[in-house]
């Protein structure tokens, strides 16, 4: 069996806030609503320190990408601002890809952005990934109400114009659009890598996200949607997109993956399983209120969705495993399954949940390292090496050694 | 009682198709809705024994199509400017409800001269600091029923009894269409400096127990706009047309 070239692994860290209060089950909303006098600052800087350190740690394991990404008003994350979190990591790590996946687009203005992530890249020497989410419906009811979620698709591609105007063209240039228009778009800096540094849109498989990365030729991550769905995204995405005369590679796709690696099956559960159940029934809960603000979806999209698997709030091991890309136990049977997620995606990169909601560090560290000495070497033998670049300047090694 | 029924015509006004509703005959009465269209219409019959009454739904709302374009109201000015018009509907009598009163004093700030009479009922559209408009995008879907009346009994025989997936759809895009002209605010800044402009005979109603839009509100609106008429019905919530008969007679004896 050969699986996809250049196959990589990003690990993907949501830093949540876990000191949850007696009684939060009484709300209905971890998020949006759920009132912040529920956060502690030195539980908060506890956890801060040792997730980082997880990070960390999977830098030296030898993991290709450390993955952060945004959300607001909630206990789900404590990123509201990831590239801050992206700056800290660069220091103190050498070889993994940063991977900021990524501020919701709408929530900066399109030029402050592409300075963040080009200083971001040339801070690390090149090692930076982004993602540009139209952020949750949960992002449109927690930044001000001047941010209309009925024009938040439009407002998301032209700021993503903006930014690739403003990283590949030489500035002075200017901009006119619908909902900005930029007198003088000059950024400094310019990002490291050229033309700039890979892109990927995250979005759920509507129609319109997968639109927008067809015509741009981006990457694509789909989240929090049955794995048969993706799949069918991940073929319209291509098909699409060669229409616009791009070809999406395999490193363009994203795969997720819940995994949980222990010495049997069983051990893996009992470690992993419970973990998991709170990531979906406390960290994800929220109203279907909060999830569809007015116009942020169409009318064809909320019928899907309602009657689609409810995955905020609830948890169903039976229907997520069945369903999603989540496996726990040995690293042959984590192997086994990840490679035929790569394979039926034709995908080189896989984003791995390896801590998920209220996991202890241990469990993350156990769960970092198995993972990184046991599967991953059984899944690289049958990945080919990586195959030429597209022309893009690579991160450069020699200066990393320095540091 | 009225033994009128409501007709149902269709056109095109700008390239949108929209639907409008009318009964009787004579001088036309125009009535532009609120931001929810699903208590229907039947509480307007008794005016069809004295008016033309003429409903129209507003682009993105019941039964018209909608139009993206329209992101402020006084997009929904024009369009009503070109679809009396294309009616030919020389001077009209306005009633407008909530969002439609807005609608209509914004229509009337401008266009006076297009009007006879003008009737705002629980009209949406001002900023009083005191007393504001209840932020609805705030109130899960299911608590603003009761929300929108004194007794809910008038309501009930509009709800769904159980789930119902077209309703909460059709819900989902008035209120998207609502929020395309007001999600970041119910009111415009600007209204108070052009109320003034209104010059023709205005009465304002309002229900007493108006969780939404405080009856406290009306004060303000006879303030700025000249020599406006202001009757509150007791026992009545937002909805109070659908509440109080007196309260149709009201606006149907003021419009003669």
Same mark, same amino acid.
């Given at each position: ?12 860290? %949501?830093?949540? @806030? ?44 030898? @993991? ?67 993602? %540009? ?86 990457? @694509? ?56 159940? %709170? ?125 | ?7 149902? &015509?269709?056109?095109? #006004? /700008?390239? *949108? ?9 004579? &001088? ?34 019941? &039964? ?28 009209? /009598? ?33 900023? #009083?600091? &005191? ?19 004194? /007794?809910? +009994? ?14 909460? *759809?059709? =819900?989902?895009? +008035?209120?998207?269409?609502?929020? =395309? ?23 304002? *109603? ?28 007791? +026992? ?21």
């Amino acid at each position: 069996m050969s699986l996809p070239p250049d196959l990589q692994f990003y690990f993907m860290h %949501f830093m949540p @806030y876990i000191h949850l209060p007696e009684g939060h089950k009484q709300y209905e909303s971890l998020w949006v609503e759920f009132p912040n006098r529920f956060y502690d600052p030195v539980k908060g800087h506890q956890l801060y320190q040792r997730y980082i350190s997880e990070f960390v740690l999977a830098d030296k394991l030898g @993991y290709d990408g450390l993955v952060v990404n945004e959300h607001h008003s909630t206990t789900y994350s404590m990123m509201p601002a990831c590239g801050l979190i992206a700056a800290t990591l660069i220091p103190q790590t050498k070889r993994a890809k940063v991977c900021v996946f990524g501020t919701p687009v709408n929530l900066e203005y399109p030029n402050r952005l592409a300075e963040e992530y080009a200083m971001l890249d040339v801070l690390s020497a090149g090692r930076l990934e982004v993602a %540009f989410p139209l952020g949750t419906g949960m992002e449109y009811w927690s930044n001000p109400a001047n941010l209309n979620p009925t024009t938040c698709r439009d407002r998301f591609r032209e700021a993503i114009d903006i930014i690739i105007k403003a990283w590949t063209e030489d500035g002075p240039s200017t901009y006119d659009g619908e909902f900005y228009s930029y007198r003088y778009l000059n950024v400094w800096p310019k990002p490291y890598q050229k033309p700039h540094p890979k892109v990927y849109i995250v979005g759920t498989g509507s129609p319109e996200t997968l639109q927008l990365t067809a015509e741009r030729g981006f990457g @694509y991550a789909s989240v929090f949607v049955p794995t048969t769905q993706q799949v069918r995204s991940f073929y319209e995405l291509r098909e699409k997109a060669a229409t616009y005369g791009h070809t999406i590679r395999p490193d363009q796709i994203i795969v997720n993956a819940i995994v949980y690696v222990a010495e049997s099956e069983e051990q893996a559960m009992r470690e992993g399983k419970e973990h998991i159940a %709170f990531f979906f029934e406390d960290a994800l809960r929220t109203t279907p209120r909060f999830l569809a603000p007015p116009g942020y979806l169409t009318t064809d999209q909320l019928r899907k969705r309602m009657t689609a698997t409810a995955l905020h709030g609830k948890f169903d091991w039976d229907m997520m495993a069945s369903q999603f890309r989540v496996v726990l136990g040995t690293p042959e049977r984590v192997a086994e399954a990840i490679a035929h997620w790569v394979e039926e995606a034709n995908s080189s990169r896989v984003v791995l949940h390896l801590h998920l909601g209220n996991m202890p560090h241990w469990k993350a560290v156990k769960n970092l390292t198995l993972f990184a000495e046991e599967v991953m070497p059984r899944l690289r033998k049958l990945s080919p090496a990586a195959a030429p670049t597209d022309g893009r300047r690579a991160a450069q090694p020699a200066l990393q050694e320095v540091r | 009682m009225a033994t009128a029924t409501l007709k149902r &015509e269709e056109f095109t #006004v /700008n390239g *949108v198709k929209i639907v409008q509703l009318t009964a009787g005959k004579g &001088e036309p009465l125009v009535f532009f809705h609120g931001a929810g269209t699903f208590h229907g219409f039947d509480f307007a019959l008794p005016w069809a024994e004295q008016y033309r009454v003429v409903i129209p739904f507003h682009p993105g709302f019941g &039964e018209s199509d909608d139009d993206p374009k329209i992101t402020e109201m006084h997009d929904y000015v024009i369009h009503y400017l070109e679809w009396m018009d294309q009616l030919g509907l020389g001077k009209v /009598n306005l009633v407008g409800f909530s969002l439609g009163g807005w609608m209509a004093a914004a229509f009337a700030s401008e266009h006076a001269h297009r009007l006879k009479r003008l009737v705002l009922i629980a009209p949406a559209g001002l900023r #009083v600091p &005191e007393h504001p408009i209840k932020d609805l995008f705030r109130v899960p879907g299911e608590q603003i029923p009761a929300m929108l009346v004194h /007794n809910f +009994e008038v309501i009930r025989p509009h709800l769904p009894t159980g789930p119902d997936v077209d309703f909460l *759809v059709a =819900r989902y895009r +008035e209120t998207s269409s609502l929020a =395309r002209i007001a999600w970041d605010r119910p009111y415009d800044l600007k209204l108070p400096r052009r109320l003034h402009r209104i010059k023709v005979p205005t009465l304002i *109603v309002w229900g007493e127990q108006d969780q939404v839009i405080p009856v406290e509100q009306s004060d303000a609106w006879a303030k700025l706009i000249p020599g406006a008429k202001v009757k509150v019905f007791q +026992e009545a919530g937002h909805l109070v047309l659908d509440e109080k008969p007196e309260a149709l007679k009201e606006v149907a004896a003021f419009l003669v």
